[in-house]
């Protein structure tokens, strides 16, 4: 990965059911506690996507974790960074829950919270699961909704469709 084309976590509407199994996943992925079932967490479960039921489709969403991150750009005491690999990630310590990052977000992908620690409002948002492999909502949803997309990689894919679906209109004379 490189800060210029960080990777992103891109749901497919037409998989997606809205079970939220991601969420879950998430929350678990990122919570303190160990628990073996939902019945046994005695804590909300906050996630850091969030399932959006539009008219049409219902879908998580997600921060893409963009090149000119407008969140980091607003945050006015920095709390906002990227990674070497163009993660944009939230400092909590640093946060004072301004929300101007969820003002600026035009995903809608960044929440406040208050940390049962102190009652303190911080911002909370997709980190691609930075300490995984992969993203706990892509390993695990059920119906594979959800993948992990590379945005050169899916630049050079889109052009190889591209070229296969075009009709050849001239003899190509780079071909043998």
């Known amino acids: 990965m490189n800060a210029e084309q960080s990777f992103f976590v891109l749901a497919d509407p037409e998989k997606c059911t809205g079970c939220r199994t991601c969420e879950v996943a998430c929350f678990a992925a990122h919570t303190k506690s160990v628990a073996k079932t939902v019945g046994t967490i005695s804590s909300p479960v906050v996630p850091r996507l969030y399932i959006a039921r539009g008219q049409r489709n219902v879908m998580p969403v997600q921060c893409h974790h963009c090149e000119n991150a407008p969140c ?18 939230i400092n909590e310590r640093a946060c004072i829950g301004c929300k101007n990052c969820v003002m600026a977000c035009p995903f809608g992908a960044i929440e406040i919270l208050v940390k049962e620690e102190g009652g303190l ?12 492999e992969r993203p706990a909502c892509v390993a695990n949803c059920p119906n594979q909704a959800l993948r992990l997309v590379n945005p050169a990689e899916e ?20 071909r043998g």
């Open 72 to 89: 980091l750009a607003s945050c006015v005491k920095g709390a906002i960074s990227k990674t070497e690999a163009g993660t944009v990630i």
């Open 121 to 132: 409002s911080v911002a909370n948002k997709c980190d691609l699961c930075t300490d995984n």
């Open 155 to 174: 630049v050079v894919a889109k052009r190889i469709r591209t070229a296969d679906t075009m009709p050849v209109f001239v003899e190509n004379p780079m």
